[in-house]
């Protein structure tokens, strides 16, 4: 464990808000709160595991796997509110067989919720890393992940062959 991770639990003095910046702490360091920064955390918090672990599940925020290669976020704005945003976030969670928060077992796609994009007028809108899309029915969202799906498998199918 180093840097910003070890620092905080230094100065760690027992008070019981002190969980939240370091499990804060730990995610920023490795992206998720993996098993070994838990047992570390309850090692010198003297906090039990399994109550590291209920925390860890009551708030959203955090993350016990790492993100998947392909984070989406679904906006759940006014504007995507009102033009179907729940309706967005459930086809998402049914065809990848996941809940908001959560990543694939594939580790492909990790699904976050999000206030606004800042693309209202193409609402509802979802973000793919780095690529919007938007005016999204349940049935284009669908084909949507399909084929970023199928061209995720492609790319692979060719890194791993010109590796060889
Ligand atoms: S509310 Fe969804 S992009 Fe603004």
Same mark, same amino acid.
């Given at each position: 464990?180093?840097?910003?991770?070890?620092?905080? !639990?230094? @100065?760690?003095?027992?008070?019981?808000?002190?969980?939240?910046?370091?499990?804060? +702490?730990?995610?920023?360091?490795?992206?998720?709160?993996?098993?070994?920064?838990?047992?570390?955390?309850?090692?010198?918090?003297?906090?039990?595991?399994?109550?590291?672990?209920?925390?860890?599940?009551?708030?959203?925020?955090?993350?016990? @796997?790492?993100?998947?290669?392909?984070?989406?976020?679904? $906006?759940?704005?006014?504007?995507?509110?009102?033009?179907?945003?729940?309706?967005?976030?459930?086809?998402?969670?049914?065809?990848?067989?996941?809940?908001?928060?959560?990543?694939?077992?594939?580790? !492909?796609?990790?699904?976050?919720?999000?206030? $606004?994009?800042? $693309?209202? +007028?193409?609402?509802?809108?979802?973000?793919?890393?780095?690529?919007?899309?938007?005016? !999204?029915?349940?049935?284009?969202?669908?084909? !949507?992940?399909?084929?970023?799906? @199928?061209?995720?498998?492609?790319?692979?199918?060719?890194?791993? +062959?010109?590796?060889?």
């Amino acid at each position: 464990m180093s840097d910003n991770f070890s620092f905080r !639990l230094w @100065r760690y003095e027992g008070e019981p808000g002190e969980l939240i910046p370091l499990l804060q +702490s730990a995610q920023n360091h490795f992206g998720y709160i993996p098993r070994r920064a838990i047992r570390y955390i309850s090692g010198v918090s003297g906090i039990p595991e399994s109550d590291i672990y209920g925390v860890i599940t009551f708030y959203s925020q955090f993350r016990l @796997r790492p993100t998947g290669r392909l984070l989406i976020r679904a $906006c759940d704005g006014t504007a995507c509110h009102v033009t179907g945003s729940k309706l967005i976030i459930e086809t998402i969670e049914d065809e990848l067989g996941i809940s908001v928060g959560d990543t694939t077992e594939d580790g !492909l796609f990790t699904l976050n919720t999000v206030a $606004c994009i800042g $693309c209202c +007028s193409l609402a509802p809108v979802i973000m793919v890393n780095e690529e919007t899309h938007g005016n !999204l029915s349940p049935v284009s969202l669908r084909k !949507l992940l399909r084929k970023i799906k @199928r061209r995720e498998e492609r790319t692979e199918i060719t890194a791993s +062959s010109h590796s060889q």
